[in-house]
């Protein structure tokens, strides 16, 4: 049962435009979710965070949107870039900023062409 | 500040061998954690550690065991390779939420 899901296994965009990397979760316990990144052989880091208080957070061109009664997050890279491209995995806990156990979704990998 | 290293990069092993992977971090995170990654899959936590002597199993903790002696060093052993054990193992450390991730190890076993 995969209580994480990123159901677009790729995704590709023109640079200069938006990137929108979806993901959608099925435990309702879960309160926090963090995005990251990550180039191959390399371990993932992080991105952005949001907490299910809020339903924006901005960080530069990357912003998270938290939709709570759907159960879906997107995140949304504004321009995007080349140096964009990686796999992005979403994840979600239960017990807010302070709890230590993620259940990750597969991951999009997002190619933005030059 | 090196963050947090695993060794090897890389290995092989044959059905039945055991070894050890190596994890250190330098950032006095109190929580440290081990990870796998099959292909096309998300991560997937096996262990965890909430500070020095204390650990618990994740979600697919089975053949691997882990120890914590130090606030640094949190090492997964696997004591019977097999082959479902062929993965890219990550292992990663917080404060609080931001996990900060080693450049992993490749095992396959053969």
């Known amino acids: 049962d995969q209580q994480v899901k990123q159901n677009s296994p790729s995704l590709s965009v023109q640079e200069g435009r938006i990137s929108i990397l979806n993901c959608d979760y099925t435990?309702?316990?879960?309160?926090?979710f963090l995005w990251y990144k990550k180039y191959p052989a390399e371990g993932p880091t992080f991105l952005i965070s949001?907490?299910?208080?809020?339903d924006k957070n901005e960080d530069g061109r990357f912003t998270v949107f938290l939709n709570k009664s759907a159960k879906h997050l997107s995140l949304h890279i504004v321009p995007s870039q080349p140096g964009d491209s990686a796999v992005y995995f979403c994840?979600?806990?239960?017990?807010?900023?302070?709890?230590?156990?993620?259940?990750f979704g597969t991951g999009t990998r997002l190619k933005v062409l030059a | 500040n090196a963050g947090v290293t695993q060794t090897p990069k890389f290995r092989i092993l044959k059905i039945g061998q055991s070894m050890t992977l190596q994890c250190t971090q330098d950032m006095n995170h109190n929580y440290m954690y081990w990870y796998r990654q099959d292909p096309g899959m998300g991560l997937k936590l096996i262990y965890y550690?909430?500070?020095?002597?204390?650990?618990d199993k994740g979600e697919v903790p089975n053949g691997y065991n882990v120890s914590r002696s130090t606030t640094e060093d949190f090492p997964l052993r696997l004591e019977l390779a097999a082959p479902s054990q062929t993965s890219v193992y990550f292992c990663?450390?917080?404060?609080?939420?931001?996990?900060?991730f080693g450049p992993g190890t490749r095992l396959t076993v053969l």
């Open positions: 949001i907490s299910s208080i809020k």
């Open positions: 990663a450390s917080s404060y609080l939420a931001e996990q900060f």
């Open positions: 435990n309702s316990m879960f309160d926090y």
């Open positions: 994840a979600a806990s239960r017990g807010g900023s302070g709890t230590y156990k993620y259940i």
């Open positions: 550690s909430v500070g020095a002597g204390i650990t």
